[in-house]
């Protein structure tokens, strides 16, 4: 099979190019079927992937050689391993979920066919970033995603703030961005190569440079924060939830805020020869989702705040990369993907039912009239405040939360940790009480769901609660298949033994269902106007973007008005252009002097002038 | 051979007509200049002709006329018809292909 590899990208990809060259042949409804053929075609690739060795061994294709210099070169070149099959799984099955989701969702839009080709090349993007063997295809398909999440946060540009936030998405991912660039450029100049499997082989070799090990390391987790919204690049993401909500759950839930994990995952040799780095990694994850939980908390927009356990249950992952359960970092993504992209986008079909209103305080009681779905939110919810036994996310975050505690500095880590499965808890169960439940506080409408928008969210809702089953937690007599079957390539994570395992067990069982009762506590001040939402350090994310307007955007605002009224208008447009000008008006006015309209002058200089060439042509020749 | 007296009378024929054509001031007299000027490139076309052994010379000068013919009726039509819409016989009076650098820049930015 791996020489049908290139199917799996170049699927949403030809899709992407179809629609973006013949689309305006097509009805608009035929845009998103066009674009979902495509995306089923590349997750049935994936499922014959599954069927064939399922990444072991790994699958190689090299497609094109694309730059070659002197002896150095680098190709078009795909790569299938486990863990790369996890992320095109999640990409193409979710991504396919979501397709068949925006058929009708955005069926009443403007701009269909650029929202198609950009969600089609999103996917492409995305499979390019997780399946490149080597750094340069992957940093291709890194910033791919990058633009495709600007021009989708910012899909109804008619409206300014919209398309601000779609600007603002792009900046803050471009520190990031830049400081990847910068990692690959050091990996590059020490190592001389950019193939991952190459690098790798050379990281166990001797003589290693341990100050420049750390800085690649530290850029590629500046990167990781800044692509995956972790502190301290993390205001980009609730912001982006200016895009539709569809969008939100591919981009901004699923797939590629996770390329960070991805990353940090794929090399993580790279940051084992540096522990102080990967320590740093569970660090920022753990204050990360902390932060972000209690953001959530304090969220009034019902996007906003499923943003914002976005950034925190990224966090979590972090922090299992950090602790070296890259297994069950990778499970979280898979679940996160699962249960994210049903909240999102169930959360995008309320948004509908009461016509665009975002606040949840104006919701409520929606339970009886969309009972369908009610049960589908729930599942998500369920899954995401990690319910006991129940849910998804219990078997994938809980075991993070454990290896946490076995960490230099345990206690710190799974304090946090602990925390922020309160606060996850707490927030979800809020939303859904808020949203479904009491005395509706606002007037919903009736949104009759189609086939294709309930099928997805089943599914979903389904994976939300199974997929957990693949994975129990550590010690108990029932299979652990998905870390047995990483462990060849991640090693197996760490665990903890005898009373302590126990305790730590207990009290991650306990911690999500005291969330629901803070929950309920918090649903009650909210109900009666004394919400926390109105707690402004919480709700505007602990003044974040207040601090960065006021440290990076307002000077460099000032910088650049200074610029342009000192250097562009008096140098260049006073002494540059000004004396060009002048030069130029000189030099056509003295010319302009032979024009007077004397034909015989004329006459005359015709004449001087054929004298002249002539004279050249007889004599100095 | 004579042609060196034939070439001699040539330029001299060229260069009175191209000193008329500059120098005078009246548009029928230039006009008559410049077909002096032709008179003496037949003339020398003919001289050359002479002295290549050749009958290509004397069906240039053939050549030329006609075509001096031509071009006369076409200048003769131009100097009636400058006479008729702007009253001049004097070629210093037409100036009107002339670059006005002045109103060129009011009407500019």
Redesign the interface.
């Known amino acids: 099979v791996s020489d049908w590899l290139w199917l799996v990208p170049g699927a949403p990809l030809a899709g992407a190019a179809f629609l973006a060259l013949l689309g305006g042949y097509l009805r608009p409804a035929a845009l998103g079927r066009v674009a979902a053929l495509a995306i089923l075609a590349c997750a049935v690739a994936v499922g014959a992937l599954w069927g064939a060795g399922a990444g072991a061994p790994a699958l190689h294709q090299t497609l094109y050689t694309w730059v070659a210099v002197g002896d150095w070169q680098a190709s078009i070149g795909l790569r299938v391993d486990r863990v790369s099959l996890v992320l095109i799984s999640v990409a193409a099955w979710v991504g396919l979920l979501i397709h068949l989701f925006s058929l009708s969702f955005m069926a009443q839009d403007y701009g269909e066919r650029r929202y198609y080709v950009f969600l089609n090349l999103f996917v492409a993007g995305m499979l390019v970033f997780v399946m490149a063997d080597n750094l340069l295809l992957l940093y291709l398909g890194w910033e791919a995603m990058g633009l495709c999440s600007y021009a989708l946060i910012s899909h109804w540009y008619r409206d300014a703030h919209k398309a601000w936030c779609g600007r603002k998405a792009f900046v803050v991912t471009r520190i990031g961005d830049a400081a990847l660039a910068l990692a690959i450029f050091l990996l590059f100049a020490e190592y001389h190569t950019l193939s991952i499997d190459a690098l790798l082989g050379a990281l166990s070799g001797p003589d290693l440079d341990a100050g420049v090990l750390t800085g690649v390391a530290l850029l590629i987790l500046l990167g990781a924060a800044g692509k995956s919204a972790q502190l301290p690049l993390s205001v980009w993401l609730p912001d982006a939830m200016a895009g539709p909500s569809t969008v939100s759950a591919l981009i901004h839930a699923a797939t590629m805020v996770t390329a960070g994990v991805y990353l940090i995952a794929r090399l993580h040799p790279l940051f084992e020869l540096v522990p102080g780095v990967l320590w740093l990694v569970a660090l920022v994850g753990a204050v990360t989702l902390v932060y972000a939980g209690l953001s959530a908390l304090a969220q009034h927009d019902l996007k906003r705040a499923i943003a914002y356990s976005t950034i925190s249950q990224i966090g979590y992952m972090f922090l299992g990369l950090g602790v070296g359960a890259y297994g069950l970092a990778l499970f979280h993504l898979a679940t996160h993907a699962c249960f994210k992209a049903l909240l999102f986008m169930s959360a995008g079909a309320v948004i509908n039912a009461y016509q665009g209103e975002h606040d949840i305080r104006k919701m409520g009681g929606l339970g009886g009239r969309q009972p369908y779905l009610r049960l589908v939110f729930l599942a998500g919810s369920l899954a995401l405040a990690a319910i006991p036994l129940v849910a998804a996310g219990f078997y994938s975050k809980d075991p993070i939360i454990e290896a946490a505690a076995t960490a230099r500095h345990g206690g710190l880590l799974w304090g946090l940790a602990i925390t922020g499965a309160v606060l996850t808890s707490a927030y979800a169960f809020r939303l859904y009480l808020m949203v479904f439940h009491g005395a509706p506080r606002g007037e919903a409408v009736a949104y009759p769901m189609a086939w294709s928008m309930r099928l997805p969210l089943g599914v979903l809702a389904v994976a939300s609660l199974t997929l957990g089953f693949v994975q129990f937690p550590e010690h108990w007599p029932l299979p652990h298949l998905w870390t047995d079957w990483l462990a060849p390539e991640l090693g197996t994570p760490p665990a903890t033994h005898g009373a302590a395992a126990v305790l730590l067990q207990l009290a991650g069982m306990a911690a999500p269902l005291a969330g629901v009762a803070l929950a309920l506590v918090l649903v009650r001040g909210e109900r009666a106007g004394r919400g926390v939402s109105s707690v402004g350090v919480l709700a505007s994310g602990g003044y974040l973007d207040a601090m960065y307007d006021a440290v990076v955007v307002r000077p460099l605002f000032a910088l650049a008005r200074g610029l342009q009224r000192l250097v562009e208008s008096w140098s260049l447009n006073g002494a540059i252009v000004g004396s060009l000008v002048w030069t130029a008006r000189g030099a056509s006015r003295l010319l302009s002097l032979t024009q007077d309209g004397n034909t015989a002058r004329y006459a005359s200089l015709m004449v001087l002038g054929l004298i002249l060439v002539v004279g050249y042509f007889l004599w100095m020749r | 051979m004579v042609y060196e007296a034939t070439l001699m009378v040539a330029a001299l024929l060229f260069l009175i007509g191209?000193a008329m054509?500059?120098?005078r001031r009246e548009v029928l007299f230039v006009l008559m200049g410049i077909e002096l000027m032709f008179n003496g490139a037949g003339l020398t076309a003919a001289a050359a002709g002479q002295y290549w052994q050749d009958s290509v010379g004397q069906i240039l000068v053939l050549f030329l006329m006609t075509v001096t013919g031509a071009e006369l009726a076409v200048a003769l039509v131009l100097v009636y018809l400058a006479y008729r819409r702007l009253r001049v016989t004097q070629?210093?009076d037409?100036?009107?292909?002339?670059?006005a650098?002045l109103l060129a820049e009011e009407s500019g930015p």
């Open positions: 191209l054509a500059l120098l070629l210093g037409i100036r009107t292909l002339r670059d650098p």
